[in-house]
């Protein structure tokens, strides 16, 4: 048996700082947003490379879930 990770919309797209902490997507790349922020009081995100991730103020991403399915 094989599990297949499905990433699903969680929500609207929204800002960084109005997203909750967790997994998003923004311009094609699955990114991470801590429940952490910088000294400067910006959010503290990643890409998928694990570097910094910054947007624009008015930029929308779009939040996910994880789920994992049985491939059968």
């Keep these: 048996m094989t599990k297949v990770l499905i990433i ?4 609207w797209p929204c800002t960084l700082d109005e997203c909750a902490p967790g997994f998003f ?3 094609g790349q699955l990114c991470f ?4 922020g910088r000294a ?11 570097e910094a991730y910054h947007s624009k103020s008015d930029e929308l991403i ?10 059968e």
Excluded: L, M, R, T
């Excluded at 400067?40 to 694990?50: I, K, L, Y």
């Excluded at 779009?62 to 491939?71: A, G, L, R, S």
């Design 25 to 27: 997507v923004a311009n």
């Design 8 to 11: 699903k919309p969680a929500g």
């Design 33 to 36: 947003k801590s429940e952490y």
């Design 40 to 50: 400067d009081g910006s959010s503290d995100a990643f890409n998928s490379a694990g």
């Design 62 to 71: 779009q939040p996910v879930i994880e789920e994992w399915i049985d491939d």
